[in-house]
């Protein structure tokens, strides 16, 4: 709390340079997952696009396909939230899902071929507001999960995800107080937004553990730019 930190994978490439300039948004929140603060997290996006002038992708349903058709069909998106259920499997870190809508799954595996040209050439950021997919573990060719494959095999810019299991009222707050700060500080790093997330959600709940749980991989003096704010 006294440190604007943020982690990294080696080897993967120094993080992204210093702004990342968001012009369009993908918010993945599945309606048949039972999170209703999900769907609040989907309204606060889309006004939050609204406020600021950005194109948005919100698919209905919000399927592996409509994932992949976003991924493939070249649309330039250069942040991608998801709200929804995920976990982590330590004995293969590849497969670890995140739950989309009827029952599909999405997985770091998933995201081999054109799905990282995609990724490589927008940079984006990256918040998975899922439980646990921000764990890594150990996989045949190295350390796997979705960190690892976000930032070493698809070279996005940033990427923001729990630890463990979080609470769904409170991870809708970390996202909210995430992106206002954002958006009302323009001059202000990412890993700044992080640490004030993180304090708010600390000050509202200090004693539940998903203030702890957020892990930032980025570099922390990167700048996010949210349309023309």
């Not at 048949?32 to 889309?46: K, T």
């Not at 304090?199 to 553990?209: C, F, G, K, L």
Request: proline letters at 7%.
């Amino acid at each position: 709390m006294q440190f604007d930190f943020a982690r990294w994978v080696c080897p993967a490439a120094s993080p992204a340079a210093a702004e990342i300039a968001v012009e369009a948004l993908a918010c993945i929140v599945p309606s048949d997952g039972g999170l209703s603060e999900a769907q609040q997290e989907r309204d606060d996006l889309q006004a939050l696009a609204a406020s600021v002038g950005l194109k948005t992708h919100v698919p209905t349903p919000a399927d592996l396909q409509a994932v992949e058709e976003l991924l493939r069909d070249g649309t330039p998106i250069q942040l991608w939230h998801f709200a929804c259920h995920g976990n982590f499997a330590p004995a293969a870190p590849g497969k670890s899902p995140r739950h989309l809508e009827h029952g599909s799954r999405l997985t770091p595996d998933d995201l081999v071929g054109p799905a990282q040209t995609h990724l490589k050439r927008d940079r984006p950021l990256v918040f998975l507001n899922a439980c646990r997919v921000g764990s890594g573990g150990l996989s045949i060719t190295g350390l796997g999960g979705w960190a690892s494959v976000l930032v070493g095999d698809c070279g996005v810019g940033a990427v923001i995800a729990p630890l463990w299991s979080v609470n769904d009222a409170l991870a809708c707050e970390f996202a909210r107080v995430f992106y206002n700060h954002l958006r009302t500080q323009p001059g202000g790093t990412i890993g700044q937004a992080v640490r004030q997330a993180r304090r708010h959600v600390r000050d509202a709940a200090p004693h539940n553990p998903t203030w702890l749980a957020y892990s930032l991989y980025a570099h922390p003096n990167a700048r996010v730019r949210l349309g023309s704010s």
